[in-house]
């Protein structure tokens, strides 16, 4: 089946043209000896005009990738709570495949894991990140994940499963979590809690980023995401998180007494 974009012409541009000058100017250039090996991140999904900077800034700084393991949260409440798609999935610019072995095989490890597209079809967290990976990673695959539980039990599982696939296959991999980070509060305030979750993500510390998450009431949408990134990677060896850009919305619209806050980080 085929996936059609869903919120191109208000996320991002909806014509090819349009949405590639985009990315070029998101995106910095770098030379291919300063980019890492980046085993996971976090990326904001909002649109681009507020995020795509900082996801630019991440995206900049991966080398080249077979497949990225994209984990967005289930804004829409549909569907199930883990829930894969093996559809094509299209973009302005053109079509990106689901790595159907891959994602066969993290089902086979979490069986609660289940073949949902209905849990994706309107649902802007991973199909906000699909452009940046088709420009600059033309050929990538991609597995995406749809995630609406909060047990950190499962996290765990799925993110021992995901690192278990990746190893079994032995292909280049980065984990992506699709996150925003405190929504709708005072600059002063979203900056001093996003800073508690930022420190917990490049301890790589699933449980500790859980359990701040709840006592500080931090809003950040994609933590249970987050949180499944941060056990895989620590599965795969990451060793070091690099926070590479923060800002929030209230730089581009003027207004600081409500913003969201947009976390680049990268695991490598």
Known sequence: ??????????????????????????????????????IGAIVPHAGYLYSGR???????????????????????????????????????IGEIKTD???????????????????SHAAEHSIEVQL????????????????VSSSDIFELKAVGEAIAASVRALGKKVTILASSDMTHY????????????????????????????????KISMCGWGPSAIMLFAARELGAESGELVTYSDSGEITGNESEVVGYAGIILK
């Open 185 to 216: 509060e005072p600059r002063i305030s979203a900056s001093k809690k996003d800073k508690q979750a930022i420190e917990a993500v490049l301890a790589m510390d699933a449980p500790r980023l859980v359990e701040t998450i709840d006592t500080e």
């Open 131 to 146: 452009p940046f990976i088709k420009k600059l990673f033309p050929d990538a695959l991609i597995v995406p994940l749809c």
């Open 54 to 92: 900082v996801a630019g800034d991440v995206y900049g700084r991966i080398k080249n990738r077979d497949t990225f393991v994209i984990i967005g949260p289930n804004h829409t409440g549909m569907g199930n709570r883990f829930s894969l798609s093996m559809d094509v999935w299209a973009t302005p």
């Open 100 to 118: 159907i072995h891959l994602a066969e095989e993290i089902i086979k490890k979490a069986p609660f894991i289940k073949n949902d597209p209905a």
């Open 1 to 38: 089946m085929r996936r059609e974009a869903f919120v191109a012409g208000s996320f991002y541009p909806d014509r090819g043209e349009a949405l590639l000058s985009e990315i070029e100017a998101l995106v910095p250039s770098m030379p291919e000896a300063e980019k890492h090996e980046v």
